[in-house]
T-cell receptor, first 114, second 113 residues
Framework: DAGVIQSPRHEVTEMGQEVTLRCKPISGHDYLFWYRQTMMRGLELLIY????????DSGMPEDRFSAKMPNASFSTLKIQPSEPRDSAVYFCASIRTLGTDTQYFGPGTRLTVL | DQQVKQNSPSLSVQEGRISILNCDYT??????FLWYKKYPAEGPTFLIS?????DKNEDGRFTVFLNKSAKHLSLHIVPSQPGDSAVYFCAATPSTGANNLFFGTGTRLTVIP
């Protein structure tokens, strides 16, 4: 299995621009999670999906952030407009079922907003 | 507000010695605890976990200890190897399993050959 795939691996953009991060979970995994990693706060859960439906988006910091999962093999996290404080590493993770499994993380997207 | 805290941002240990990484939590509803290991330019990978019904779980060189009354857990690595050099994240969840994880800020372990 290829594992969780994220693209791009690095993104540099200017303040005010729209940024779209992409994730392909492991095939057969029903849950998908988006995290943000910063030095100050570590890994923070932004949102997670079950069978393509958003279950908990309480971690999404602002309305500038949105996430979608149009099908079982693809999810996007969009920031519009982006701000310098959004600079972080964004991880996607997936699990097959709740209760017993550990989360499998992608390699992350390092976002820099100038 | 951080519900899971790793107060040591870094730790250096000689190869062959014991590494002890600490983690504290504030939410008494947390029921399941995990450690993840992260190498540069990679995502975190699961290392070891422990349920609140236990106080110790061992897997090879890695042992996790849980002290519920103190809301404290620790990861022991014995003996430490240079390949263990990574960032270690402590995580906790109020449910059984790996959903709804609350992570700490991580501790960077350096094992000196």
């Amino acid at each position: 299995d290829a594992g969780v795939i994220q693209s791009p691996r690095h993104e540099v953009t200017e303040m005010g621009q729209e940024v779209t991060l992409r994730c392909k979970p492991i095939s057969g995994h029903d849950y998908l999670f988006w995290y943000r990693q910063t030095m100050m706060r570590g890994l923070e859960l932004l949102i997670y999906f079950n069978n393509n439906v958003p279950i908990d988006d309480s971690g999404m910091p602002e309305d500038r952030f949105s996430a979608k999962m149009p099908n079982a093999s693809f999810s996007t996290l969009k920031i519009q407009p982006s701000e310098p404080r959004d600079s972080a590493v964004y991880f996607c993770a997936s699990i097959r079922t709740l209760g017993t499994d550990t989360q499998y993380f992608g390699p992350g997207t390092r976002l820099t907003v100038l | 507000d951080q519900q899971v805290k790793q107060n040591s941002p870094s730790l250096s240990v000689q190869e062959g010695r014991i590494s002890i990484l600490n983690c504290d939590y504030t939410n008494s509803m947390f029921d399941y605890f995990l450690w993840y290991k992260k190498y540069p330019a990679e995502g975190p990978t699961f290392l070891i976990s422990i349920s609140s019904i236990k106080d110790k779980n061992e897997d090879g060189r890695f042992t996790v200890f849980l002290n519920k009354s103190a809301k404290h857990l620790s990861l022991h690595i014995v003996p430490s190897q240079p390949g263990d050099s990574a960032v270690y994240f402590c995580a906790a969840t109020p449910s059984t399993g790996a959903n709804n994880l609350f992570f700490g800020t991580g501790t960077r372990l350096t094992v000196i050959p």
